[in-house]
């Protein structure tokens, strides 16, 4: 029997990002995320981070409703794992590390209104 992806890449959610109308909304979200689960706030240029469950983007990001981070074992064998099942990768999103290895690219295709991410994390 074939492996399947999330046996293969060890996969699991990353974390869930919400997308908020503003930097406001995004730090009123996340001290309510603080305030129900006890998470810690995190702040990065484009959003707030509660723990790292979950994601709140600054202004409206990918996807309809937002998106879901993916973490994998290897984002590369992952990319190509999905593209020989017709799943295509938005070539402006991969992010790469200094040796040229991608961690991190964004499905073409939403599912449910919401874009779905790989992310790798350093070796």
């Not at 938005?90 to 290895?101: A, N, V």
């Amino acid at each position: 029997m074939e492996q399947t992806a999330v046996e293969l890449f060890d996969m699991h959610v990353a974390h869930v990002g919400i997308n908020a109308s503003g930097a406001e909304e995004a730090k009123e979200w996340a001290d309510t995320f603080l305030t129900l689960l006890g998470l810690g706030t995190r702040e990065t240029p484009a959003a707030y981070f509660s723990g790292e469950l979950v994601e709140i983007m600054k202004q409206d990001g990918r996807g309809m409703h937002g998106h879901i981070g993916i973490r994998v074992n290897n984002c590369e064998k992952a990319m190509q794992y999905f593209e020989e099942r017709g799943v295509k990768f938005l070539e402006e999103t991969k992010k790469f590390w200094e040796d040229g290895t991608c961690f991190f690219a964004y499905m073409e295709q939403e599912i449910g209104g919401f874009a779905i991410h790989l992310v790798q994390s350093r070796p």
